[in-house]
């Protein structure tokens, strides 16, 4: 065997390690879609069921010496189906965007189209972009948000079905990665049911807010859903499909593409397997098992409407100091500031405010003038810094220092100052106290 420990085996890996830890530790984490798990979480992760193979199911494996991984498939379906109340799930997506490739490969055939939300608008990659094989494979058109008017920076549902009754797409999908608002499920349904489409919601955002009751919950409305299990829902990095109660006799009124098996569930499951992945990850498979685990526990739900709070707390604080948040405020984990009133785009403001420790992401805003790689926004996200503890307070704090950067990006001693703010607040609410776990 080789040397045991990574310290000793190989110190570059680990001065990595060490180095990420103590950015993690010390900075201000704001990305909309990232999270700190807990410990048992990165035990799961850390584990030998890395080691196993087990393609298939639990029970009907093709590999032997399967027993112990499956008690961990089978408690993380469990547990999943618990959080979500529905029926089916599978846990073994690699990640969103291969849980949504499994979505396209059982319900599409090259070349159908479909509607989604406009990447541009908060949508997603895997949502149609011309670049992402959802575009490449298949045929979006794109419903979007309003410019201006009293649903300016929301989605216009009577827009949605006017373009759905002149589409007739075979799928309709919903999600994003950049919308600050909750979905009306029930409406979305009633446009997919009038056009004939199946109808996909990608809660990869808001899987979390969704699981603990604080937003409308899709699963009893869409045909299929996906999810990432690493961001509100505080997961490993993966992802994951689920049927909400009864929605298999619901889709049982469109004909699947292809009679090769029984279900929806079945043609989902082998979507994934053999479809779309060979080996599940068993390791993640545990670590999602764990996280379910805390995500059932009443704490989750205290957390997650401190979530919501506090991105409540920081779009009301940039509104309050002139800053232009699309649609006005949130109501949930994330915000969009539009910063084109403040004359910086949304990549100087993601490198000086990366300088004072701050980290953001530059996000386009709807009808941005900049490209993807310049942008005129960025986007604020609660839930890591709402795991270390912040409450709205703390929030409206760190909008102050945001702003201070922001007004003055040139300032050195603006940038240090603002740097020093941001370690005492990060000291008061400690993370992680090891490097490996
Ligand atoms: N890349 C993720 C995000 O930051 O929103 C979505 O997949």
Redesign the pocket.
């Known amino acids: 065997m080789p040397v045991s420990d990574l310290k000793t085996a190989d110190p570059a890996i680990y001065a990595a390690l060490e180095n990420e830890a103590k950015r993690q530790n010390e900075g201000l984490e704001l990305?909309?879609?990232e999270n700190f798990v807990s410990r048992p979480v990165l035990q799961a992760m850390g584990s030998t069921l890395t080691n196993k193979y087990a393609e298939g199911l639990p029970g009907k494996r093709y590999y032997g010496g399967c027993q112990f991984v499956d008690v961990a498939e089978d408690l993380a379906r469990d547990r999943a189906k618990k959080l979500f109340k529905c029926d089916w799930v599978n846990v073994q997506p690699h990640s969103?965007?291969s849980a949504n490739a499994a979505v396209y490969l059982t319900l599409m055939n090259p070349g159908d189209s479909f509607l989604g939300l406009n990447l541009a608008h908060g949508g997603?990659?895997t949502h149609g972009s011309p670049v992402n094989f959802s575009g490449i494979l298949y045929n979006p058109s794109y419903y979007g948000v309003e410019q201006d008017g009293p649903l300016a920076g929301r989605i216009d549902m009577d827009k949605v079905r006017d373009q759905a009754l002149a589409l007739r797409p075979k799928m309709i999908s919903i999600g994003a990665?950049?919308y600050s608002r909750d979905f009306d499920y029930a409406a979305f349904r009633a446009i997919a049911d009038e056009v004939g489409a199946f109808l996909w919601m990608d809660m990869?955002?808001t899987a979390g807010l969704i699981a603990a009751g604080v937003l409308n919950d899709p699963l009893p409305h869409c045909h299929i859903v996906s999810t990432?299990t690493h961001?509100t829902l505080r997961g490993p990095r993966a992802g994951m499909l689920l049927i909400g109660k009864d929605g298999e006799n619901t889709m049982g009124k469109i004909a699947p593409k292809s009679g090769r098996v029984k279900n929806w569930s079945e043609l989902f499951d082998s979507s994934v397997f053999p479809g779309m992945q060979g080996g599940p990850l068993m390791h993640v498979i545990a670590a999602k098992a764990v996280a379910f685990g805390e995500a059932l526990e009443d704490s989750f739900t205290t957390y997650s409407k401190q979530v919501v709070l506090n991105s409540k707390a920081t779009a009301a604080a940039f509104v309050e100091k002139g800053y232009d948040v699309v649609s006005g405020g949130t109501d949930n984990h994330l915000a969009l500031i539009d910063l084109r009133n403040k004359g910086i785009t949304g990549k100087d403001a993601e490198i000086v405010l990366g300088s004072a420790d701050i980290t953001v992401?530059k996000n386009m805003v709807p009808y941005d003038t900049e490209s993807p790689f310049v942008t005129s926004g960025i986007r604020i996200g609660s839930p890591a810094m709402t795991t270390r503890g912040l409450k709205e307070d703390d929030f409206r704090d760190i909008v102050d220092l945001i702003d201070r950067v922001l007004s003055d990006p040139q300032n050195d001693s603006v940038m240090s100052d603002v740097r020093g703010a941001i370690h005492e607040i990060t000291a008061r609410f400690p993370l992680y106290d090891f490097v490996i776990a």
Do not use: W
């Open positions: 990305i909309a879609s969103g965007a997603h990659l990665s950049a990869a955002h990432t961001k992401n």
